[in-house]
């Protein structure tokens, strides 16, 4: 059996437990006793909050309850937030900013540096979180220089070709603050990137940066080959390399986020939400398999990883993250012997992007808010909110601005998450939901662990396929009209003109400045990139951890000089389809 | 009946937003159209090279990552560099795509571009409008690829109907080689991995493959092989994608002519691929074209009495037992290794992981089935099986 079927067994073991706890609080008096007694304590310590009315209220809600046995259900069954298995939260309080998102991008071959949150005054500014987007040749790990990918230079992100063009990007910031995160979306060359980064840092602040460095990248392979085709090394490889780099980043850089595991992918590309929770809590699993299989103690990497789901329309979402954070504690707790601070599904949200439709496109603004509100309901550790003008352009600053400003109407305007943090949580309708999602999660580790687990499976294109079949029915049932979508299937007004919107575009000259940079780059470093190549791949021969030698060689390679290497050695991702 | 309009659909450089575009290739060929699908971030000489190779009547774009612009008038304007420009050039990307770009697409040669919100009734209908009529008369080819690929148009469409003759070869130079065997045991994933070793071996010989894709009933086909392979994006391979066109036994009935004329064309090697087969096929006859058979089986084949069933067992050169890596591949290959015996000729039997990059097993097919020496191939046979004694 895989760690995915003990996972399994550990839930069922736990709801098992939970009952029987129901029972012997009932049963054996001590128990309820204490029980009762420790309800009171908690009830007595919880704070109070006014209302602008004055309306007094608890900070924290709880269930009416003063019978043991259901007591027993609530504190073991759900927890309270911050105590396993984190149903209701992984933390003791809710600390949701408004707007935490922050974007940079290349422009005029200068980083220019767009913070959304800064144009709303009651904000108050905290860290610089720096999200960086690449363009599609980093993306897929090859060089500004490449055959055909001018006109992709610096669109939809920046453009990384060396350590030169990291040091240019995060230039101005102070990479070794306790005050500075920085998150980079990309996956199939992770690895190489996180090398150019810590390099670019040790460059500007010296080699004693690197243990300060805060951030995430996101690496998320298993996703990547599931569902957005961004993989560039054959999949055992990729996630040897990816091993490699956490094994590194654990030890060296306590504080960096080395995978974010990502359901918002699976989401986009069609799946439905208990596909997109099981798949990305299988993945989850299966990274803590193959990280604890390198001797990386669980305590050491189990705190540094990260969650990333959609959060759209559907019912299952009011619950999806919630009873995602039960499975992933019970069975990092029960499987992986993890403790507490191992066992949190540290979770970000974005709204989907996927619900918005060009039709009637100010209808977004509304379907973003509900959708608002279904990732407060799952406390969510932090969120993004899409703008509105998504579907037909590049978010313009227009609607950038409205989708946050829709974040701080929710929680700073509205009362609704202000002053009672689970305001809308434990109804029987959520608890419904989630018994539902949680036995439709636990059938699909069975189907996974029925093919092999999660490597054999997505191997066998398992998943691949159910998202796509996911995404067939969704697409038919609008077509259908069973899936009513207003403004598109129903209440049409006839118009659906889009705004002719004016795209910002890469000028032609600064893609070729791109281009002419990289040129110098190869030249300078013709010599000594040979040669850290050649170690580069002579350690990758050997099976023992890359990560050093990836460092040396991005001080004097380019990512796609690597990558074409790496993949000489290991081979290249043959498409699925 | 006319013949069926061939397209080619691809995803740019860059770029993994393949949703779109299978819908549509489904679409597609429901309505009688071939469709060559060469996968998600492709560059512009792959899909001018495959354009060529497949002669299809235009390359459907579907680009969603931006750049579309450079992208789709570098593909024109390769097409014209290589004397295709006969083959047409559409697409489209979502919102991603203005009217403005598409404006300033179409006056660089894009014929037309679909925004968000085109009904898949509506490409199907521009495709069949627009490059269902017949050719016009072609003009000179520029290079000795269009010429092949023309021709192999002509054999396909029956323009020209070839005689006895065409079936004797006069290059001894080219290696004809047959891979079959069921769906889903790797035949395409072994191709390619073969093709990368024929390349790295000199720096000139050339390959064709011929691969085979069924038709729907009396419909398009979806020619897919292209799409996961990745060694034989390369000038230096020369692949041709054929839809069955109702015919059975994994093969088109264009198929013996279009092999005789590959053979003929002074590629070093050719390879020629059917569809996935069933127990009964015998695809490939002794008929002087192919030199060598290979039968590639996936471990799962069912039970033992199985084997019984399947005559390209008796037939094949060489089999091969793909995913050797599966739980049930020991098995299989002593199962199998029986089932030659009784045929009491000098067939080999190789183990292969053909997705793994320099897999072993695949070496040795390659080994097996590079060097036309007789002789030395009856030395590799025995080394193999002293390999396989100490397994």
């Known amino acids: 059996m895989s760690k995915l079927g003990q996972v399994v067994e550990s839930v069922e073991t736990y709801n098992q437990f939970v009952l029987d706890q129901v029972k012997r609080a009932r049963s054996d008096e001590k ?19 006014r209302a602008p009315t ?64 800064k144009k709303i005054p009651q904000a108050e500014e905290r860290t610089h979180r720096l999200s960086t987007a690449f363009d599609g040749p980093t993306l897929y790990g090859i060089d500004s220089d490449a055959d055909g990918v001018f006109g992709k230079i610096g669109e939809g992100g920046v453009a990384i070709d ?90 060296e850089m306590p504080r960096w986020y080395p995978i974010s595991i990502s359901g918002y992918h699976i989401g986009e590309a069609g799946s439905t939400p208990v596909q997109q929770a099981a798949y990305t809590l299988s993945n989850g699993f299966a990274y803590a398999e193959m990280f604890a299989a390198r001797g990386i103690p669980v305590d050491q990497f189990g705190p540094r990883l990260s969650f990333f789901l959609d959060c759209g329309l559907d019912v299952e979402y009011i619950a999806l993250a919630r009873v995602s954070r039960r499975i992933w504690a019970i069975g990092m707790r029960d499987v992986f012997g993890a403790g507490p601070k191992a066992q949190l599904y540290k979770l970000h949200t974005q709204t989907s992007g996927r619900s918005l439709i060009a039709a009637e496109f100010k209808n977004n ?198 990558t074409g290497r790496l993949q000489e050695v290991v081979g290249r991702f043959r498409p699925m389809v | 009946m006319a013949s069926p309009i061939r397209i080619l659909t691809a995803v740019p450089i860059c770029d993994g937003h393949d949703s779109a575009i299978n819908t549509i290739n489904l679409e597609f060929i429901r309505h009688g159209i071939e469709v060559v699908y060469l996968g998600y971030h492709r560059s512009v000489g792959d899909i001018v090279r495959a354009a060529i190779q497949e002669d299809v009547r ?75 009529k017949p050719r016009a008369k072609r003009a000179r080819a520029k290079s000795s690829d269009i010429e092949l690929a023309h021709k192999l148009t002509e054999i396909e469409d029956k323009k020209k109907i070839r005689n006895s003759k065409f079936g004797i070869r006069n290059s001894c130079k080219t290696r004809v080689i047959g891979f079959t065997g069921p769906g889903g045991a790797g035949k395409t994933t072994l191709i390619d991995e073969l093709v990368l070793r024929f390349l790295n071996k000199d720096r000139q010989s050339r390959v064709a493959i011929l691969s085979h894709d069924p038709s729907v009933i009396g419909e398009g086909a979806l020619l897919g092989d292209r799409a996961t392979m990745i060694n034989s994006q390369n000038d230096r391979v020369f692949m041709r994608s054929m839809a069955t066109r109702g015919q059975a036994g994994g093969l088109s009935p264009a ?82 290794e029986q089932r030659l015996e009784q045929n009491r000729r000098a067939q080999c039997l190789i183990d292969t992981v053909a997705k793994r990059h320099r897999d072993s097993g695949v070496d040795k097919l390659f080994g097996l089935i590079s060097t036309s020496d007789k002789s030395k191939r009856g030395k590799e046979r025995k080394s193999h099986e002293q390999a396989r004694t100490g397994r």
């Not at chain 1, 990291?166 to 998150?183: E, H, I, P, Q, T």
């Open chain 2, 58 to 132: 235009a390359i459907g774009i579907s680009s969603y990552n931006g750049g579309h612009i450079e992208f789709f008038a570098e593909v024109v304007a390769l097409l014209r560099e290589k004397g295709a420009a006969d083959i047409k050039v559409f697409g489209g990307g979502g919102g991603t795509i203005t009217h403005e770009d598409a404006a300033m697409m179409r006056r660089k040669g894009v014929d037309e571009i679909f925004f968000a919100g085109t009904s898949l009734d509506e490409m199907v209908k521009f495709v069949h409008q627009r490059y269902g």
């Open chain 2, 255 to 336: 198929t013996h002519d279009c092999l005789a004329l590959l053979a003929r064309s002074g590629f070093d090697y050719v390879i020629i691929e059917t569809v996935g087969t069933g127990q009964e096929a015998m695809p490939f006859q002794k008929n002087g074209i192919v030199d060598q058979t290979v039968l590639v089986m996936n471990p799962d084949y069912g039970s033992r009495l199985q084997l019984q069933k399947i005559v390209m067992l008796d037939l094949a050169d060489i089999v091969v037992v793909n995913k050797s890596d599966l739980q049930r591949a020991r098995t299989a290959h002593t199962e199998i």
């Open chain 1, 54 to 117: 004055g309306l007094p209220l608890p900070r924290l809600a709880l269930p009416e309850i003063d019978e043991p046995g259901e007591i027993a259900r609530f504190l073991l069954g759900e927890g309270l937030p911050g105590e396993f298995p984190f149903l209701n939260g992984a933390y003791r309080e809710m600390y949701l900013e408004p707007v935490r998102e922050v974007e940079s991008f290349e422009k005029d071959g200068e980083t220019k540096k767009r913070k959304t949150d």
């Open chain 1, 365 to 562: 603004l509304t379907r973003t808010a509900a959708e608002l509100i279904l990732a407060y309901m799952n406390a969510t550790n932090s969120c993004h909110s899409n703008s509105a003008d998504e579907p037909f352009t590049t978010p313009s600053e227009e609607w950038i601005r409205l989708a946050a400003h829709g974040q701080a109407i929710l929680l700073e305007e509205s009362g609704i998450f202000k002053h009672t943090m689970n305001m809308l949580s434990g109804s029987p309708g959520m608890k419904a939901v989630e018994r539902a999602v949680e036995a439709a999660i636990l059938e699909e580790f069975r189907e996974i662990e029925r093919l092999g687990g999660v490597l054999a499976a997505v191997e066998d294109r398992y998943q691949r396929s159910q998202i796509q079949n996911a995404s067939h029915r969704y697409e038919q049932q609008i077509n259908d009209g069973v899936r009513p979508i207003i403004g598109l299937n129903r209440y049409r007004n006839g118009s659906d003109d889009m705004p002719e919107v004016k795209l910002a575009r890469t000028p032609r000259k600064k893609q070729q400045l791109q281009v002419e940079r990289l040129a110098k780059f190869k030249k300078k470093n013709a010599d000594k990139s040979k040669r850290a190549l050649d170690k580069l791949a002579a350690a990758v021969e050997s099976g023992k951890n890359c990560f050093p030698e990836l460092l040396e060689a991005v001080e004097v390679c380019s990512l796609g000089q690597i």
């Open chain 1, 162 to 251: 060396t350590v030169e063009d990291m040091v240019r990007l995060y230039d101005g910031f102070d990479l070794g603050s306790a005050n500075f995160s920085a998150s980079m979306t990309i996956s199939g060359p992770a690895p190489i990137i996180m090398a150019m980064y810590i390099a670019a840092a040790k460059r500007r602040f010296g080699p004693s940066v690197v243990p300060k460095l805060r951030g995430t990248i996101q690496a998320d392979i298993f996703k990547e080959v599931q569902a957005q085709n961004e993989t560039i090394f054959p999949i055992e490889p990729s996630l040897r390399f990816l091993t490699d780099m956490v094994e590194f980043t654990t030890r």
């Open chain 1, 31 to 49: 128990f309820g006793r204490d029980l009762l007694g420790r309800w009171n304590d908690i009830k007595a310590k919880i704070p109070t909050t």
